[in-house]
């Protein structure tokens, strides 16, 4: 099956850094990958969808100059949180779109602001 | 715009008990439904999809769900449930276009399972 994999697993930082979280397929290229958000005990928001070679598209409600996205390859799709707060803290999963409507998600990144 | 509700937030099974989670949809054309299964800390495992045909889908793990259009119902069953199938359990349904395939997501179900 299709592998897509997240770094880092776990992240720790400062209020007020910045943190960059990739996102890989590994063993197939995406043109389309997408981010979401999972608060404790709750579902999957999707913020943005990530395309290669262009902007990506922001859900309503998501700060794009919060949440920076970047697809510089069919491989890479990278999520930076910039001035993190305590409130950006969540669990942070990519999915990539291998074909239609066949998405295949990373393990996560959980991000602890302090 | 697409929604997906499963209404049981919890839900305890015996082990080697039989089990259903609930997920009913709204959409307003043919939907795209899938099952995902997230264990502890962990990303999505897709368990089952429904694009077209027959509506009895399997799935991996011993899993099936069958797609009842007339009640927009799209549930998760297993005929014997084991200690490791425990996780939380997530429908979700997708656009019927094509590119860019955005999901939506239920609230999940957790399930837990007793000795």
């Known amino acids: 099956g299709a592998v897509v994999s997240q770094h880092p697993s776990r992240v720790i930082c400062k209020s007020g850094t910045s943190v960059k979280i990739e996102c890989r397929s590994l063993?197939?290229?995406?043109?389309?990958m997408f981010w979401y958000r999972q608060f404790p005990k709750k579902s999957l928001m999707l913020m943005a969808t990530?395309?290669?070679?262009?902007?990506?598209?922001?859900e309503q409600g998501v700060e794009k100059d919060k949440f920076l996205i970047n697809h510089a390859s069919l491989t890479l799709s990278t999520l930076t949180v910039t001035s993190a707060h305590p409130e950006d803290s969540s669990f942070y999963i990519c999915?990539?779109?291998?074909?239609?409507?066949?998405?295949?998600f990373g393990p996560g990144t959980r991000l602890t602001v302090l | 715009a697409q929604s997906v509700t499963q209404p049981d937030i919890h839900i305890t099974v015996s082990e080697g008990a039989s089990l259903e989670l609930r997920c009913n949809y709204s959409?307003?054309?043919?939907?795209?439904l899938f099952w995902y299964v997230q264990s502890p800390g962990q990303g999505l495992q897709l368990l089952l999809k429904?694009?077209?045909?027959?509506?009895l889908v399997q799935g991996i793990k011993g899993f099936e769900a069958e797609f009842k259009r007339s009640q927009s119902s799209f549930n998760l069953r297993k005929p014997s449930v084991h200690w490791s199938d425990a996780a939380e359990y997530f429908c979700?349904?997708?656009?019927?276009?094509?590119?860019?395939?955005?999901?939506?997501f239920g609230t999940g179900t957790r399930l837990t399972i007793i000795p």
């Open positions: 999915s990539a779109l291998r074909a239609f409507n066949e998405q295949f």
């Open positions: 063993d197939f290229q995406a043109t389309t």
């Open positions: 990530s395309n290669e070679g262009s902007k990506a598209t922001y």
């Open positions: 959409y307003g054309a043919t939907p795209y």
């Open positions: 429904y694009f077209s045909g027959d509506t």
């Open positions: 979700a349904v997708g656009r019927s276009n094509f590119g860019n395939e955005k999901l939506t």
